[in-house]
């Protein structure tokens, strides 16, 4: 007896050591972890949702005896990742109307409205993403077609960029346009006399004001339709740049019901509604939501000549284009965005509109800081104004695949010279040792990889140009991983708890098919996402 006992000991023993005590063991991976020190691992284990070890395959697997184990079969595993700059709410809302991106005329456009009017009969036709760049004739179009197959139906379809759109007349009737009125911070178009129904930045605002809102179930299916296809390019975050508050309480409901998983940073527009609520509030912080930015507009876009530039366009004399509010209320709201301690984030494309800003954001940050106040595209630049960036420690928020989109096009928007100094990543990430990537979606493709692949090769999905867009400016593919992922959770305030696969952080990773690290450059289009896990759980499998 006394011999059994001992032996019954040891039994005991063994069998509490093999009690699971981890969630999830990911093993025989290439783990890119982006840490400080860049380290590649095997392994790395989860629980409770977080990142507890990392390290090799043999260690973990002794140290660690896991619910669920999944073999990556030496897949290259990534942060999750992570888009600085989106609309992705409004691209929830864009899958349900008129899909009009790659359209290569006005009368393909007009095909695309007269199919989707035939299966969705009631209330406005709304579409998105015409860009008459890619024409034969790059003209904006005229709404003489869409009069004659639409009289008494209102239509809104808006430019690729969401600062230009082109209306009905049932529409300008609804918001009372008449030819000839202007708008400060907008165009109106009149030729002849007579509108074209073409409406350039605020403008566009006066005819969606009298558009009706969506209601619940639109606005719902608007997130978990983004946030699916989001899931399938494995983005974790993303940032949602200008929503008005009340779209809050419906994402807390969503995510509080576990039907929205994605994490989200949202930017609340300039609005004065949007100041008192989150003023009043403080700063909104769990794990899936922070709101602690505003998302404030200086210029229009250059595809559509909205942006203000300081010398002519070179393709439109007399034009420089415009800011869409004075510079009297970017001074006002940068006081009252730093007085509360908020984060304020510009969208800025134009030389001119870039120097106005960076000279307001200089003089409430006086030098060197953390408050992170970021530029939103900071795309053409004035030469001597990029040293403003690291001397305030202001963050340029790129969106790489917008140089190998506009190129073909932006050097008649601005001549040979400026185009130098536009889409400037790399010169832009040496001011502050760190940049965030994002795309601007539905502007751009949602898909990571394009951004990924933009960024270090500079040129389009079709290979152009050979040699390159620029490649001074290019990043390298260290360079451009960590701004998908970790710099881009640093611009959120997020670096301790996201962008790198470290102990403590979420347990938010993506499985590619391919390593975008050491692939072919011209294969990076073509690398898809496996499995895509937010907080230790799957939330897509290709599989």
Same mark, same amino acid.
């Given at each position: 007896? *006394?011999?059994?006992?001992?032996?019954?000991?040891?039994?005991?023993?063994?069998?509490?050591?093999?009690?699971?005590?981890?969630?999830?063991?990911?093993?025989?991976?290439?783990?890119?972890?982006?840490?400080?020190?860049?380290?590649?691992?095997?392994?790395?284990?989860?629980?409770?949702?977080?990142?507890? $070890?990392?390290?090799?395959?043999?260690?973990?697997?002794?140290?660690?005896? $896991?619910?669920?184990?999944?073999?990556?079969?030496?897949?290259?595993?990534?942060?999750?990742?992570?888009?600085?700059?989106?609309?992705?709410?409004?691209?929830?809302?864009?899958?349900?109307?008129?899909?009009?991106?790659?359209?290569?005329?006005?009368?393909? !456009?007009?095909?695309?409205?007269?199919?989707?009017?035939?299966? @969705?009969?009631?209330?406005?036709?709304?579409?998105?993403?015409?860009?008459?760049?890619?024409?034969?004739?790059?003209?904006?179009?005229?709404?003489?077609?869409?009069?004659?197959?639409?009289?008494? =139906?209102?239509?809104?379809?808006?430019?690729?960029?969401?600062?230009?759109?082109?209306?009905?007349?049932?529409?300008?009737?609804? &918001? &009372?346009?008449?030819?000839?009125?202007?708008?400060?911070?907008?165009?109106?178009?009149?030729?002849? %006399?007579?509108?074209?129904?073409?409406?350039?930045?605020?403008?566009?605002?006066?005819?969606?004001?009298?558009?009706?809102?969506?209601?619940?179930?639109?606005?719902?299916?608007?997130?978990?339709?983004?946030?699916?296809?989001?899931? &399938?390019?494995?983005?974790?975050?993303?940032?949602?740049?200008?929503?008005?508050?009340?779209?809050?309480?419906?994402?807390?409901?969503?995510?509080?019901?576990?039907?929205?998983? #994605?994490?989200?940073?949202?930017?609340?527009?300039?609005?004065?509604?949007?100041?008192?609520?989150?003023?009043?509030? %403080?700063?909104?912080?769990?794990?899936?939501? @922070?709101?602690?930015?505003?998302?404030?507009?200086?210029?229009?876009?250059?595809?559509?000549?909205?942006?203000?530039?300081?010398?002519?366009?070179?393709?439109?004399?007399?034009?420089?284009?415009?800011?869409?509010?004075?510079?009297?209320?970017?001074?006002?709201?940068?006081?009252?965005?730093?007085?509360?301690?908020?984060?304020?984030?510009?969208?800025?494309?134009?030389?001119?509109?870039? =120097?106005?800003?960076?000279? !307001?954001?200089?003089?409430?940050?006086?030098?060197?800081?953390?408050?992170?106040?970021?530029?939103?595209?900071?795309?053409?630049? $004035?030469?001597?104004?990029?040293?403003?960036?690291?001397?305030?420690?202001?963050?340029?928020?790129?969106?790489?695949?917008?140089?190998?989109?506009?190129?073909?096009?932006?050097?008649?928007?601005?001549?040979? *010279?400026?185009?130098?100094?536009?889409?400037?990543?790399?010169?832009?990430?040496?001011?502050?040792?760190?940049?965030?990537?994002?795309?601007?979606?539905?502007?751009?493709?949602?898909?990571? #990889?394009?951004?990924?692949? $933009?960024?270090?090769? =500079?040129?389009?999905?079709?290979?152009?140009?050979?040699?390159?867009?620029?490649?001074?400016?290019?990043?390298?593919?260290?360079?451009?991983?960590?701004?998908?992922?970790?710099?881009?959770?640093?611009?959120?305030?997020?670096?301790?708890?996201?962008?790198?696969?470290?102990?403590?952080?979420?347990?938010?990773?993506?499985?590619?098919?391919?390593?975008?690290?050491?692939? @072919?450059?011209?294969?990076?289009? *073509?690398?898809?996402?496996?499995?895509?896990?937010?907080?230790?759980?799957?939330?897509?499998?290709?599989?």
């Amino acid at each position: 007896m *006394k011999k059994i006992l001992p032996f019954l000991l040891l039994v005991v023993a063994a069998c509490k050591q093999k009690q699971p005590n981890a969630d999830l063991l990911v093993k025989n991976a290439r783990v890119y972890t982006a840490n400080s020190n860049f380290a590649i691992a095997t392994a790395f284990v989860v629980n409770g949702g977080k990142i507890i $070890a990392v390290g090799t395959t043999e260690e973990l697997e002794k140290r660690y005896d $896991a619910r669920q184990v999944l073999d990556a079969g030496k897949k290259a595993v990534y942060p999750g990742f992570i888009d600085a700059h989106t609309h992705f709410y409004d691209y929830g809302l864009s899958l349900q109307q008129v899909n009009l991106a790659g359209t290569a005329s006005w009368t393909q !456009i007009i095909d695309s409205v007269l199919t989707f009017s035939k299966l @969705n009969p009631d209330g406005w036709l709304v579409g998105h993403g015409w860009d008459q760049n890619h024409w034969p004739v790059k003209q904006f179009p005229n709404k003489a077609k869409l009069d004659s197959l639409f009289p008494d =139906r209102p239509v809104l379809l808006s430019r690729i960029d969401g600062h230009a759109a082109i209306v009905n007349q049932a529409a300008l009737n609804i &918001a &009372a346009i008449k030819p000839g009125q202007t708008i400060a911070g907008g165009q109106i178009e009149t030729v002849n %006399g007579k509108l074209t129904g073409v409406l350039l930045d605020n403008a566009v605002g006066l005819v969606e004001h009298k558009m009706p809102g969506p209601n619940e179930e639109q606005i719902q299916n608007a997130f978990i339709n983004a946030q699916n296809n989001c899931f &399938a390019v494995g983005l974790t975050t993303v940032d949602d740049c200008g929503l008005d508050y009340h779209l809050l309480a419906n994402i807390s409901q969503l995510q509080n019901e576990r039907k929205l998983k #994605m994490r989200l940073y949202v930017m609340l527009s300039d609005k004065p509604e949007n100041y008192n609520y989150l003023f009043k509030r %403080g700063i909104i912080k769990t794990s899936h939501l @922070n709101v602690r930015a505003f998302k404030v507009y200086a210029d229009g876009a250059l595809g559509s000549r909205g942006a203000c530039l300081l010398q002519n366009y070179t393709d439109q004399k007399n034009w420089k284009g415009f800011l869409l509010n004075t510079p009297d209320h970017f001074k006002e709201v940068a006081a009252k965005i730093a007085g509360k301690g908020f984060q304020m984030c510009t969208h800025a494309i134009g030389d001119s509109a870039n =120097r106005m800003m960076l000279k !307001i954001y200089a003089g409430i940050l006086k030098g060197k800081n953390d408050k992170r106040w970021r530029i939103e595209h900071a795309q053409v630049l $004035a030469p001597e104004d990029i040293q403003l960036f690291g001397q305030n420690n202001i963050i340029p928020s790129v969106q790489p695949s917008h140089a190998t989109s506009d190129m073909e096009w932006a050097i008649r928007r601005l001549g040979p *010279k400026r185009i130098k100094s536009a889409y400037a990543y790399k010169q832009l990430l040496d001011q502050n040792g760190w940049i965030p990537l994002g795309t601007d979606f539905p502007v751009e493709d949602i898909n990571p #990889m394009y951004t990924f692949y $933009a960024a270090v090769t =500079r040129k389009n999905l079709a290979g152009w140009p050979l040699t390159g867009f620029q490649t001074d400016n290019a990043l390298s593919r260290k360079e451009a991983l960590l701004g998908m992922t970790l710099w881009a959770a640093k611009a959120n305030f997020e670096e301790q708890e996201k962008g790198s696969i470290e102990p403590g952080k979420y347990a938010d990773f993506v499985i590619l098919d391919q390593d975008i690290m050491t692939v @072919n450059a011209a294969d990076l289009p *073509k690398v898809r996402v496996m499995k895509t896990y937010v907080n230790g759980e799957k939330v897509y499998d290709r599989n």
